[in-house]
């Protein structure tokens, strides 16, 4: 019976880091779902869903990537996942999301918080704090599934939330 994985993998950034991840998960005959792949500070966060096939288990996995040298240090888990392989349309980016300016503790939440009354979902975040010659500056970059009917609405209120955090916004729809 074919399972579905969650691999999680915590390690110091490398350059083919994912090729040899994806390389060895693939010689094993596993196929990938979403992944999310990220560099934090000097080290990475690497997250995939993987349809195991048939004979493959869980075990058999982790001791292949664990036997990678880049993954030597590496904080590794591998557990089953428990929910849909794919995702449904509260996953499907509507629009993309820029905000900059000067770094303040709580943007990100204020940011997102508006969002649920809009029935908007952030399908993907990245966040930075980018040193600069007057002090930190903030990135943050969202991939959001925004319904029709309210999308005008959400993205004036994410436009005018960053504008009273004294931020720059810039947002384009997709499709």
Same mark, same amino acid.
């Given at each position: 019976m074919n399972s579905t994985a969650l691999i999680s993998i915590i390690c110091e950034d490398h350059s083919g880091l994912i090729a040899e991840v994806t390389g060895r998960l693939f010689d094993l005959g596993i196929n990938l779902g979403d992944t999310t792949f990220a560099v934090l500070g000097g080290g990475a966060e690497f997250t995939l869903v993987a349809k195991l096939p048939q004979g493959i288990g869980l075990s058999d996995v982790e001791k292949e990537l664990r036997s990678l040298k880049l993954?030597?240090?590496?904080?590794?888990?591998?557990?089953?996942?428990?929910?849909?392989e794919s995702h449904d349309e509260q996953a499907h980016i509507t629009h993309r999301v820029e905000i900059t300016g000067d770094d303040s503790p709580g943007l990100v939440a204020r940011l997102s918080e508006a969002l649920p009354k809009f029935g908007a979902n952030? /399908?993907?975040?990245? @966040?930075?704090? /980018?040193?600069?010659? @007057?002090?930190?500056?903030?990135?943050?970059?969202?991939a959001l599934s925004v319904p029709s009917a309210k999308a005008a609405t959400c993205m004036a209120t994410i436009a005018n939330t960053a504008s009273q955090l004294n931020l720059k916004c810039h947002w384009q729809q997709i499709g």
């Open positions: 993954l030597k240090d590496a904080k590794l888990t591998v557990t089953t996942f428990q929910y849909r952030i /399908v993907r975040l990245n @966040s930075e704090s /980018v040193p600069s010659e @007057s002090g930190a500056r903030f990135l943050l970059r969202m």
